[in-house]
């Protein structure tokens, strides 16, 4: 037993070591798995990380190596993708890109060298509708290289479930309807897994509140009901400037960081948090202060943006692509959801050049919504329907809304085939995919 306890903290020390120069090691195990839900009294069949829904939370430093072994015991194959880590390309997790898919009862190694601190995520690229909705996927978050005094560092997977009346996954993907419409959305919504659970604070305490969507298709829009909570960072970088948070949408494959003091006084309160994307509010969690006195509350800067990238870089970069997104016949569900009426893998690749500025646009031909994700990069966005629209801060998903146009500038700085994709599972698996090359 105390070996046992042992064990397990060293296997966190080496997780959460705060030396710059070592690198943790992680074991990821996909397999079938149970989960309980409430509502029914049975447990609901899931294909989890090592047993866990969500997947283990992964922390490390910036300016570590990372090493994670992923050993697949699905009856299917499977591989990870890392959202938003900007890492060498052999270990981006795409199978037919970047690896072979990884075989039942295969092993392989991701090795990821984490530059910047910031708040990620990992789930397959592979058959992704079927595996994320069954439950594949976790958080990675990447701890700055000089740690902040925050009081709590809170990380919420938010998701839903499409759950049949026995308990079990409406086992269809993919389905005419999805495809029809903006993917599959659930009927259960879980944060970390469970539905609104509590979250307990002191009086007094800083807690930085990591919010990951990864839904297969919902947008989520996050409200916390009688705090104020200041926007920190998106999609795991920096804001140029802090704000405060409203009601910026979460799509599929977006992170957003808070910065939320509770008040002195606060003693006793319980704060909701509701989900506000749709006209049926959804509870997502509540935020209980525990009665006792209040802590010293902690002063300090919130992270800053290292080498923000100024929108002014894009005044001349030219347009080097238009993506038309739009439905078609044809493909292997008979509607495709196409980037200029090409279903991947039939898609022709973008080359881009490393350090050079360009803009891309997203044309939107369909009532549908698009949360269009590029990987291996960062990008900011310039204009919508041909007006400016500079946000203060970066992104590596944009929601792309029904005839809407987005002009975004990048600036390539990692060599090697990166995908471009909606992150509406269904459209995704449909044909809604391509490539950047960078040389
Ligand atoms: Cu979350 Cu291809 O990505
Ligand atoms: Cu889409």
């Not at 060498?88 to 795409?94: E, I, S, T």
């Not at 879980?190 to 509140?209: I, K, M, S």
């Not at 309160?269 to 802590?295: G, H, K, N, Q």
Request: hydrophobic share 40%.
């Amino acid at each position: 037993m105390i070996a046992r306890r042992l064990f397990t903290a060293c296997l966190l020390l080496l997780l959460f070591s705060g030396c710059a120069a070592s690198s943790g090691s992680t074991l990821l195990v996909p397999a079938p798995g149970t989960h309980r839900f409430p509502y029914f009294d049975t447990e609901t069949p899931v294909w989890s990380y090592n047993g866990r829904i969500p997947g283990p939370l992964i922390r490390a430093k910036a300016g570590t190596t990372l090493t994670v072994e992923v050993h697949n015991q699905l009856a299917e194959p499977t591989s990870i993708h890392w959202h938003g880590l900007r890492i060498d390309n052999a270990m981006d997790g795409v199978p037919g890109v970047t690896q072979d898919p990884i075989q039942p009862g295969d092993r392989f190694t991701y090795r990821l060298r984490l530059e910047e601190a910031g708040t990620y995520w990992y789930h397959p690229h592979l058959n992704t509708g079927e595996q994320l909705e069954r439950g594949l996927k976790g958080v990675l978050v990447v701890e700055e290289r000089r740690p902040l005094p925050w009081s709590q560092d809170l990380v919420w997977l938010l998701d839903d479930w499409r759950l049949q009346r026995d308990g079990t996954i409406f086992p269809h993907f993919n389905t005419h309807h999805d495809l029809m419409h903006d993917g599959r959305w659930g009927n259960v919504v879980t944060v970390n897994g469970q539905v609104a659970p509590e979250v307990v604070v002191a009086p007094g305490e800083r807690v930085r509140l990591r919010m990951v969507n990864g839904a297969n298709a919902r947008i989520f829009a996050p409200q916390i009901e009688g705090l104020s909570a200041t926007v920190i960072a998106v999609d795991g970088r920096p804001v140029s400037r802090p704000f405060p948070h409203g009601r910026l949408p979460l799509s599929p494959g977006n992170r957003i960081d808070l910065d939320i003091t509770i008040p002195a006084d606060a003693a006793g309160s319980t704060y909701r948090v509701i989900d506000r994307a749709t006209r049926r509010t959804t509870a997502l969690a509540e935020i209980r202060v525990r009665a006792a006195p209040p802590v010293a509350t902690p002063v300090f800067d919130p992270p800053l943006a290292a080498g923000f990238l100024p929108a002014a870089r894009f005044a001349d970069a030219p347009v080097v692509k238009t993506w038309d997104l739009d439905a078609i016949r044809g493909g292997a569900f008979g509607i495709g959801w196409s980037m200029n009426r090409q279903l991947w893998p039939d898609a022709d690749t973008l080359a881009l050049e490393i350090g050079k500025p360009v803009k891309i646009q997203f044309v939107n031909r369909s009532t549908r919504l698009h949360p269009m994700h590029i990987h291996g990069a960062f990008f900011r966005v310039l204009t919508v329907n041909g007006e400016s629209a500079v946000e203060p801060f970066t992104r590596d998903t944009v929601l792309v809304g029904p005839r809407e146009t987005i002009v975004v500038g990048l600036v390539p700085e990692h060599g090697g085939i990166w995908m471009a994709h909606c992150h509406i599972q269904a459209h995704a698996d449909s044909g809604m995919m391509t490539t950047i090359t960078v040389e």
